[in-house]
């Protein structure tokens, strides 16, 4: 990937900046992604025009002095028709030191005033427009070297950034105002030159070299990629040897995957150290269920205690497959309770899920969730004893003044060493959360953002999927058919065009590439558990729609707005896999798994082109390029056909599914047309185990399927 230009427009953006800092007296104070709920607005006030928004975050500030308005071009002819400058300042609905400086300076009269006489003030909820957030996120990072939210970026009356940060402290803030103002207006030249040099480096940020021939996909780049990545590895808590922790679940899926199909023992121990770690630690909500945002430490011990419905949708997929590799109680309870976490907690009447807890709540953080030592006792009784001795509550679980239960025990070892049956152990614990969730149930809760965002709803459906695979549990199939159900139904219009949010009945917003990518992902992987070939003609049409409107030809790769959609100050691909992986990265395996189970040579074509424009250089990189990894193994490995025909197919489908296969695809029923499936249905019931179309001996037993795949 070649960002020789963004680096140029870098060094001359930060001499700009750093000049209008020094005039104003002002030095950048950083600040990453830190998080919380916000504190309650005072409704007595005058209300701004964001009060008839649907977004929670903009809702927020639909109170404060500033005369706020959301996104549009009516904003920006505002600006040209007043000669202003507009501040685009973007956020989420717990982002913590959003709802700081909206405390410090958006709610004081006088830093309104600066705001309402000078600039046109634009609130952007990031989960809403991530194609905004994108694009002055670059440029920030461009000018200062770091982002974060609140982001705070000011630009020409034509939406080209000239100057822009994270946090501001009110005195800081108000001295940006004027200095920002005062040069504006004394030398509008020099802010239109900075304009147009930062914006092509916004606009080249991420340039694709495309190879001039499609070369091998080599086994040794992933095993240099691998080597790479170990040297940091933390050996002793698991996951990055660095804090924050993250959990980063498509890191694992790749490395468990990478690490089965290989025989790669110290990569595979260091998953399961990881994964029993989070589960075992503060991180993981031990009463409730479901995992925080990040870790503050290296333990696990300290959340960040706001729950997001993309990490616990991911983290119920990979979970669910080390259950399959492993067969740990640990990792089912995992699974199990955070489903119910999410049924219970984040499920809309839609069938929907909802996007977001917050870390606060009456405005402390984790108050909803931590413990002093006496409500335990009041709570637990005698059985205080052995939450004590089970969780090891005393000074490693502290935190200011109260406890998180976290260091959960390793039951089999706890059962052993303190002499009680399994059963005894699940009945304890039942008790242990069943007690004290009702206590907790009685609290103020965290700030819910109740909006539903299709592609974090696809990943649900995926993680469902996986979970029905691994436990064979109706309930999490039915819960996924659902919320797939709600994708149809409300969110795709007749075209196959996507709408990107809902909220109060309304989906609103086109679509962007990690709507179809997700969503098409999610259609898949419901083929492939209930042999419903509905949901394959759904998926093709959403990837014709994406290829039609997002592809760009000359790379293969996908932009991540449509060309049919409002188009922005420039037009981004978003390569990098990240918490979420990339939508480049998530198209490209699903455009594989499709072209395989339509025998369709363009989607493979495009696949293997989007693979190959990344390929040189990812293994400097792994965690950002996990997601493509996967991909890679599925061109690297052997990657297994399987199809399964007759009338006890879904049976023996789902015998087959309990294993852990991360190089297979599966495809069958009773009777179709799919190119692949002719001349596979027989009189009985009978397994195709195949590799690029060529077929093994028939069986109809599934062992022996297993055996030809060599699934250990």
Not at 367 to 385: P, Q, S, T
Not at 455 to 473: E, Q, R, S, T
Not at 502 to 512: A, L, P, R, T, V
Request: proline letters at 3%.
């Amino acid at each position: 990937m070649n960002i020789t230009s963004g680096l140029k427009t870098k060094i001359v953006a930060n001499v700009f900046f750093r000049n209008v800092l020094f005039a104003a007296g002002l030095s950048l104070i950083p600040i990453t992604d830190f998080s919380m709920s916000a504190h309650p607005s005072d409704t007595t006030k005058k209300s701004n025009a964001l009060i008839h928004e649907s977004s929670p975050y903009l809702r927020q500030h639909a109170y404060n002095p500033v005369n706020w308005v959301s996104w549009s071009t009516e904003a920006f002819s505002k600006a040209v028709a007043e000669d202003k400058l507009v501040l685009i300042s973007i956020g989420y609905s717990s982002c913590h030191w959003c709802h700081v400086m909206e405390k410090e300076s958006f709610e004081d009269d006088s830093v309104a005033k600066l705001m309402n006489d000078h600039f046109v003030c634009i609130k952007v909820d990031r989960e809403e427009r991530p194609d905004v957030d994108d694009i002055y996120m670059t440029a920030v990072q461009l000018m200062t070297g770091q982002g974060g939210w609140p982001l705070n970026c000011f630009a020409l009356p034509d939406g080209r950034p000239v100057f822009g940060g994270t946090y501001f402290p009110k005195g800081n803030w108000m001295n940006i105002l004027n200095q920002l103002h005062e040069s504006y207006v004394s030398d509008k030249r020099k802010f239109t030159e900075y304009a147009e040099q930062l914006t092509n480096g916004v606009a080249n940020s991420e340039v694709i070299d495309v190879p001039i021939e499609l070369a091998e996909f080599d086994a040794e780049r992933l095993d240099e990629m691998v080597i790479n990545w170990q040297r940091s590895f933390d050996l002793i808590h698991g996951g990055p040897n660095r804090a924050p922790k993250f959990p980063m679940p498509n890191n694992y899926e790749f490395l468990m995957a990478y690490a089965h199909l290989n025989g790669d023992t110290a990569t595979m121990n260091h998953v399961d150290l990881s994964l029993r770690k989070m589960a075992m630690g503060g991180i993981y909500d031990q009463i409730g269920g479901g995992f925080s945002r990040y870790s503050t430490d290296t333990l696990w011990k300290v959340p960040h205690f706001e729950k997001m419905l993309y990490d616990n949708a991911q983290l119920v997929s990979l979970y669910s497959k080390a259950f399959q590799r492993t067969g740990d109680n640990l990792y089912r309870e995992v699974v199990f309770e955070t489903i119910a976490w999410l049924k219970r907690e984040m499920m809309s009447p839609e069938g929907s899920f909802y996007s977001a807890l917050d870390a606060d709540s009456e405005g402390e953080e984790g108050k909803f969730y931590v413990w002093n030592e006496a409500d335990l006792k009041k709570a637990l009784g005698r059985k205080y004893d052995f939450a004590k001795s089970y969780y090891g509550i005393g000074p490693l679980t502290e935190w200011e003044g109260n406890h998180i239960l976290m260091q959960a025990s390793d039951d089999v070892k706890y059962a052993q060493l303190n002499n009680i049956s399994a059963s005894q152990l699940e009945e304890l614990k039942s008790y242990i959360s069943e007690k004290l969730m009702s206590v907790r149930d009685k609290r103020i809760r965290p700030g819910l953002d109740d909006k539903s965002l299709t592609a974090w709803n696809a990943m649900m459906i995926v993680g469902l999927c996986d979970a029905y695979d691994a436990f064979g549990d109706q309930e999490f199939l039915s819960s996924a058919i659902g919320t797939a159900n709600w994708i149809t139904q409300k969110q795709i219009g007749a075209d196959g065009i996507l709408k990107h949010t809902f909220k109060d009945n309304e989906s609103k917003i086109d679509g962007f590439l990690d709507d179809y990518a997700f969503t098409i992902e999610a259609f898949v992987r419901l083929y492939e558990v209930t042999f419903d070939e509905v949901w394959l003609t759904k998926a093709k049409l959403l990837s014709d729609v994406a290829i039609r409107y997002f592809l760009e030809p000359k790379s293969n790769m996908f932009y991540y707005t449509s060309s049919s959609g409002e188009q922005l100050i420039a037009r981004k691909m978003e390569i990098a896999d990240n918490v979420i992986p990339s939508s480049n990265s998530c198209l490209a395996r699903v455009l594989y798994k499709l072209g395989i189970l339509l025998e369709n040579k363009t989607y493979k074509s495009i696949s293997e082109q989007m693979l190959a424009n990344v390929y040189d250089g990812m293994e400097q990189n792994g965690s950002a390029y996990s997601n493509w990894g996967l991909l890679a193994l599925m061109m690297n490995e052997t990657y297994y056909e399987v199809a399964i025909t007759g009338t006890d197919c879904k049976k023996k489908r789902n015998e087959l599914a309990k294993a852990y296969l991360p190089n297979a695809i599966l495809m069958g029923g009773t009777q179709s047309e799919l190119p692949f499936l002719r001349g596979k249905f027989l009189d009985e019931t009978t397994i195709f185990i195949c590799v690029e179309n060529m077929c093994k001996k028939p069986t109809g037993d599934v062992s022996e399927a297993l055996g030809q795949m060599a699934v250990r």
